[in-house]
């Protein structure tokens, strides 16, 4: 009854029932991950959870994973239109996710997959693209473990006031670079310190906070996990985040490239293990890489092109894709090279890998899947790793990742690899999402269009 598989800080289901009863909890936010990382669902009354929604369950419609950033219905998705009549999902409740959401009042969250009214998992769910792959290394005796470190801006400004004016004039919470710098933390520490206890008390292990390069931006540092665990604390820290600064009346972006300076990273750490927790990336024996490792690494180069959609999921993304801006641009590997891509790091039980593409803007399923996925592939095929990378990434001759959303879809939707590893349906549904947020784009008018042209063409 009290014991936790993921921490003892959060509940099992007895003890959300008992904190029910006594009044301790009074309201329960199931929810999902749609297709942008966005946790989506409902807030049910603590009684009716525990005495209905727990056993009978809950549904939502299923136009949740059809939609654009701006929640509008979009035609060309197979699993959904109005011809099909937008149908229900069905949310089958993770009870190894139930926490407390301490900066709401007598609140908890439980998180979920999704399956479809007639049964059987809804393939291109994030989540169910993340388990799916995590079953994979299981049948072949492996245990993915990931951590994630993601980067933000905090803005002294509010969402509101942000949006009424225009997003220009931002008035971020530090005025330099605090990249390291204690002074510079400390200037924003009243926030950051409520968010690291507020994620410990909702069961994530909080390692560290440090400033970044660019004006208010800072990231925070969880303890890696399984590849499931640490995708479900990425979401509910991401969200917690934004709404925890909202409550002070500042604002929080998680943009790959909300301005001209450093953009945000999501920088993926990765390593297997044996289902017994037995090292399988390092030889301790012969003190290096175990041929398996270099596989895995040689797999995740191999598709990192076909996969960039899944790393950089927005048009935004790709102006975070810069020379010299420590965010890569080769596909390349090195040996604690931030130049590349790819950067290995760690010894012994530490050996892992950082794949240093994903932006902040990431979904990290999908990321998450990605990598995965393309690791296996090269330990499927027995890929061989080329060489690494010694001095600077940027000016050598590796392949380069897409550009542009449009490159990184056409490299997706014509992969013959995620084909294989994803199936046709998720290539076609995020093949339709790229299709849908590019001609969204093109559609546009920008405020640089206007200021360049104006008065002057």
Not at 263 to 283: N, T, V, Y
Not at 407 to 414: G, S
């Amino acid at each position: 009854m009290n014991s936790h598989p993921r921490s003892e800080k959060m509940l099992t289901v007895e003890q959300l029932r008992q904190a029910v009863r006594a009044g301790e909890i009074d309201s329960v936010i199931l929810s999902f991950t749609d297709m942008q990382g966005r946790l989506q669902g409902k807030v049910i009354h603590g009684g009716f959870f525990v005495d209905s929604a727990l056993e009978e369950g809950s549904e939502a419609c299923n136009y949740l994973l059809a939609v654009d950033t701006d929640m509008r219905t979009v035609d060309g998705y197979a699993m959904t239109s109005w011809d099909k009549g937008y149908g229900d999902m069905v949310f089958d409740l993770d009870l190894d996710t139930i926490r407390r959401v301490p900066y709401l009042e007598k609140t908890a969250m439980i998180q979920a997959d999704l399956n479809h009214t007639a049964g059987g998992r809804v393939a291109v769910s994030p989540r169910s693209l993340l388990r799916a792959q995590q079953e994979k290394a299981g049948k072949l005796g492996f245990k993915a473990v990931a951590g994630t470190e993601l980067e933000f801006m905090i803005y002294n400004t509010s969402y509101e006031d942000a949006q009424n004016g225009h997003y220009l004039n931002l008035a971020p919470a530090n005025l330099y670079n605090v990249d390291y710098s204690i002074l510079g933390s400390m200037r924003v520490e009243p926030l950051l310190r409520d968010i690291r206890n507020a994620m410990y008390e909702a069961g994530m292990i909080v390692e560290s906070a440090k400033g970044e390069c660019n004006l208010g931006q800072h990231e925070i540092a969880f303890k890696y996990d399984d590849v499931i665990t640490t995708a479900d604390n990425h979401t509910f820290y991401k969200l917690s985040a934004k709404q925890m600064a909202a409550q002070r009346g500042q604002s929080i972006t998680f943009m790959a490239k909300p301005n001209e300076r450093d953009g945000s990273s999501c920088h993926i750490h990765m390593s297997l293990r044996g289902l017994d927790g037995a090292m399988a990336f390092w030889d301790a024996e012969k003190g290096e890489r175990t041929p398996l490792y270099d596989h895995f690494i040689a797999g995740v180069l191999a598709t990192m092109r076909d996969f960039t959609l899944f790393y950089a999921p927005n048009i935004n993304s790709y102006k975070r894709f810069a020379k010299g801006s420590f965010a890569p641009t080769a596909v390349a590997w090195g040996l604690d090279n931030r130049s590349c891509s790819v950067r290995l790091v760690g010894k012994g039980h530490s050996a892992r890998m950082e794949n240093r593409l994903p932006g902040a803007d990431a979904n990290p399923y999908l990321a998450l899947s990605a990598m995965l996925a393309g690791g296996l592939y090269g330990i499927k095929h027995q890929l061989e790793l080329p060489a690494k990378v010694d001095g600077n990434a940027y000016e050598s001759d590796a392949l380069h990742v897409p550009h542009t959303m449009a490159e990184a879809r056409d490299l997706f939707a014509n992969s013959e690899i995620a084909l294989e590893v994803f199936g046709q349906e998720v290539v076609d549904h995020y093949t339709h999402y790229a299709d849908v947020e590019i001609e969204t784009f093109n559609a546009a008018i920008t405020d640089w269009e206007v200021r360049r042209g104006f008065e002057r063409h």
